[in-house]
């Protein structure tokens, strides 16, 4: 008996050679496919057997079809007469239903496991894209894209079920969505359109959409972007996708769906707001309809700390870069100031984002002097790591706003009168500094002080300690790279103890009495003093 490969090549060569008398034999061949799709969970990579004949059968019917293609047999338009008219219809109804929709139905839709020819049966779609583009047009040479192809394929990527297809999107984003600017183009406008029709398949209640549509769109290929690479996957694409607004509204549009889907993880509006000033924000049309989406991300109960804070980062990005009104936005950064956010993952981003907000001349000397204040009472609890990373940060705040040097240097404080300094110096110290105020612009921290960095140099570890006393040195230095504080934690800060070279060795803890001699005889004292000393490692 004839093996399934001698089966299929057999009926390959007879419709290669036979020519129209033997077009029945495709039937035969699609009809193959009705024999597994009867238990599509056989389908996996351990049925090794079952897979190297499906990718063969799908592999020679591709080949038969862009044979018939070239001979323009798939299009009926170009047909001379009513019988090839009829011949050249029931082909294309072949290739349409019997093979590609066979294929995209249930071996891109319909699989639940990963698997390979799922991938592979993306890639023949995909070629079934360029062959219809050349081949498919009005006439030979004619600007074509074969959107609804596209459109099908789309649809099975993103419609509801609860099989994970992210390793197929994924596929798709970095063998075709990231290279070839046509593909881009009309697979965000395909998409805006399928979002736009209620009777499609496509369902934002679930939160794998969000999922695969940042496996498609987070990286910087972008078809907008006049430094971006990218190639046209089609021969003679239309002038349509030369249209660079229609794409920046449809993309804007599909943006706005999906962070509309109210079943978005926690860890996907993590992802998607880590990438929003940069990858999104730039390339909308009217960047401030996010200003719902990310205030809603702020005040959204179950969002925590890292949300929040990635939310205000939105925010500022509008409010810099397209003026929009935000009020609140140090009130809500000044309330994110808690002991749990010195020990987030997000903490070095949060400590550029910091340096960022504050940066501006234009903000009152109260509001960035009870920024400093709450960051020094914070630092009383941190850990080491956390401490060394915010350190800079206040020196290079009290360089930016000099106003704020009253802080750790207040003239008035101190008498001019001498005889009245003792008198003084005794005085109870009350910090006017309120730490339960919510709105930093009356926390009354400039008439506080930074007594809290005075404590820090007394710290346990020495590295706090050195780094706290540059606050009782002139303030010569401009400003400190808060990047080279930003990825110190205890393993780093003991691995540096570890390897720090002692110039001076300590001294010994002897008693004073005897001035240590008694751990000596009186006899050749010197000599085992000697001995003793060379034999303690340091």
Request: proline share 3%; with cysteine; hydrophobic share 40%.
């Amino acid at each position: 008996m004839n093996t399934f490969k001698e089966q299929v090549d057999d009926l390959y060569k007879s419709i290669v050679d036979g020519g129209a008398k033997n077009y029945n034999n495709i039937l035969k061949l699609t009809s193959f496919y009705d024999n597994y799709n009867k238990d599509l969970s056989s389908i996996n990579d351990e049925n090794e057997d079952v897979m190297k004949n499906l990718r063969y059968l799908t592999h020679i019917l591709y080949k038969i079809f862009y044979k018939l293609a070239i001979k323009l047999q798939l299009n009926p338009s170009m047909a001379t007469n009513e019988k090839e008219a009829i011949l050249y219809k029931w082909l294309r109804k072949n290739y349409d239903l019997n093979f590609k929709n066979k294929v995209i139905y249930y071996y891109i839709g319909n699989l639940s496991n990963e698997n390979s020819l799922s991938l592979d049966c993306i890639d023949i779609l995909m070629k079934c894209i360029e062959l219809e583009a050349t081949f498919f047009a009005s006439k030979m040479g004619a600007s074509y894209f074969p959107n609804k192809t596209l459109q099908k394929l789309i649809i099975t990527l993103f419609n509801e079920s609860n099989d994970d297809k992210s390793y197929m999107v994924t596929h798709f984003s970095e063998n075709y969505y990231q290279k070839y600017a046509d593909v881009q183009f009309y697979f965000q406008i395909e998409l805006q359109s399928l979002f736009e029709e209620s009777e499609n398949n496509i369902k934002l209640d679930s939160n794998l959409n969000a999922g695969y549509w940042l496996a498609l769109v987070n990286h910087d290929n972008n078809y907008d972007d006049k430094e971006a690479d990218l190639d046209v996957y089609v021969p003679h694409p239309p002038a349509l996708m030369e249209n660079e607004g229609k794409f920046k509204t449809a993309f804007e549009n599909n943006w706005l769906n999906i962070l509309s889907n109210d079943k978005i993880t926690n860890e996907q509006f993590k992802m998607i707001l880590t990438i929003l000033h940069k990858r999104v924000i730039p390339r909308l049309n009217q960047p401030t309809k996010l200003m719902d989406f990310l205030t809603d991300c702020y005040d959204n109960k179950e969002s925590d700390l890292s949300v929040k804070l990635l939310a205000l980062n939105g925010l500022f990005n509008l409010m810099h870069t397209f003026n929009l009104e935000y009020p609140n936005f140090y009130t809500k950064l000044y309330a994110l100031f808690t002991e749990e956010l010195l020990h987030l993952k997000y903490r070095s981003r949060f400590i550029r984002l910091i340096e960022l907000f504050l940066r501006s001349s234009h903000l009152s000397i109260n509001l960035v002097a009870s920024f400093i204040k709450k960051m020094a009472r914070l630092l009383l609890t941190a850990s080491p790591g956390a401490i060394v990373s915010i350190l800079p940060l206040i020196y290079n705040l009290l360089k930016l706003h000099p106003n704020c040097m009253i802080l750790i240097h207040d003239p008035e404080y101190v008498p001019k009168n001498y005889e009245l300094y003792d008198k003084v110096k005794n005085i109870k110290f009350e910090d006017p500094f309120d730490l339960n105020e919510s709105d930093p612009e009356i926390t009354d921290a400039i008439n506080s002080s930074l007594w809290e960095i005075d404590t820090l140099m007394s710290h346990y570890h020495p590295n706090v300690a050195s780094l706290a006393k540059i606050f009782k040195q002139p303030f010569r230095k401009l400003n400190y790279n808060i990047e080279d504080f930003l990825d110190w934690n205890y393993k780093t800060l003991l691995e540096n103890e570890l390897k720090r070279k002692i110039k001076i060795l300590p001294s010994l803890d002897l008693d004073e009495n005897t001035k240590g001699n008694k751990l000596f005889n009186n006899e050749n004292t010197s000599e085992k003093k000697k001995t003793y000393l060379n034999t303690i490692k340091w």
